[in-house]
């Protein structure tokens, strides 16, 4: 189809990334859980690990569903809008999270990363789906894969600075 056909190569591109992210994702989660245990690991895990995934998982997603050899941009639009709808909510639940669990204090860079990039990204997904047929919905999904993807970036490598800079070094103190 004429508008996604300049796209392979982005979608190639931050697609692969996502996926290896993701791998990498869970080898640096295995790492972190054998380290010494701290409070209400379970929820904050919740608040603040799992969303990254499910930000990787969706820019892989995406990447797979503008890739596909689709005949017009409806179908593709409608399944982008509803994992931007999907993503507004699962954005919100993740705040509700931040906000009750008691391993951490959030901060504001906490809550930029981890509720207001992402609904911004999600929300961008759900309204660019109405004007699918214009090139500019294009640009805004791609854009919303990017920030998705920047954000899980951020968020990995922050839980890794967190627990190896921060967590290590307080149990190597109290040790």
Do not use: C
């Amino acid at each position: 189809m004429p508008a996604l056909a300049g796209w392979e190569n982005f979608y190639v591109i931050v697609g692969s990334s996502a996926g290896a992210l993701i791998g990498l994702q869970f080898v640096v989660m295995t790492l972190i859980a054998e380290m010494p245990g701290m409070r209400d690991v379970e929820r904050a895990g919740s608040a603040f690990a799992t969303p990254t995934i499910v930000h990787f998982g969706t820019v892989l997603l995406l990447s797979a569903l503008v890739s596909a050899p689709w005949h017009q941009t409806v179908v593709p639009a409608v399944i982008w809008g509803i994992l931007g709808v999907i993503g507004v909510v699962y954005s919100i639940l993740v705040a509700r999270r931040v906000r009750t669990q008691t391993a951490y204090q959030p901060v504001f860079e906490d809550w930029l990363f981890h509720f207001f990039l992402p609904i911004v990204a999600y929300a961008t997904l759900a309204i660019s789906a109405y004007e699918a047929r214009a090139t500019k919905a294009l640009f805004a999904v791609a854009a919303a894969a990017l920030l998705l993807l920047f954000v899980g970036i951020h968020n990995a490598w922050d839980a890794v600075t967190y627990h190896v800079l921060v967590k290590r070094q307080s149990g190597a103190e109290r040790g």
